[in-house]
């Protein structure tokens, strides 16, 4: 089966599908859900400010997928760094 991609990228169906695939491979029922992490200092603290934020509420974090990053303007200046981060996790039983 081929999947479209746009500009050498995956699509973000495709992307839901390697998360799919990679956990698939232990037993279990997984969540994606997609945050948004900001920061002032830049795009990783803004993608790792979701990440550790989210794993105070959530337990069994599995997999972060970087979907988008982009920049708040105000007066034509950045004030802030914007990750929307994909984020698996394993319910509990």
Same mark, same amino acid.
């Given at each position: *089966? /081929?999947?479209? &991609?746009?500009?050498?990228? %995956?699509?973000?169906? /495709?992307? #839901? &599908?390697? *998360? #799919?695939? @990679?956990?698939?491979?232990?037993?279990?029922? =997984? &969540?994606?859900?997609?945050?948004?992490?900001?920061? %002032? *200092?830049?795009? /990783?603290? @803004?993608?790792?400010?979701?990440?550790?934020?989210?794993?105070?509420?959530?337990?069994?974090?599995?997999? %972060?997928?970087?979907?988008?990053?982009? *920049?708040?303007? /105000?007066?034509?200046?950045?004030? @802030? =760094? &914007?990750?929307?981060?994909?984020?698996?996790?394993? =319910?509990? %039983?």
């Amino acid at each position: *089966m /081929e999947s479209s &991609r746009c500009g050498g990228r %995956a699509s973000r169906s /495709e992307g #839901a &599908r390697v *998360m #799919a695939k @990679a956990k698939s491979s232990t037993s279990g029922v =997984y &969540r994606v859900t997609e945050i948004i992490g900001t920061s %002032a *200092m830049s795009w /990783e603290d @803004a993608a790792k400010n979701a990440v550790e934020i989210a794993g105070k509420s959530l337990r069994d974090l599995r997999i %972060a997928e970087i979907v988008k990053l982009d *920049m708040k303007v /105000e007066d034509g200046k950045v004030v @802030a =760094y &914007r990750a929307r981060v994909a984020l698996s996790f394993k =319910y509990e %039983a």
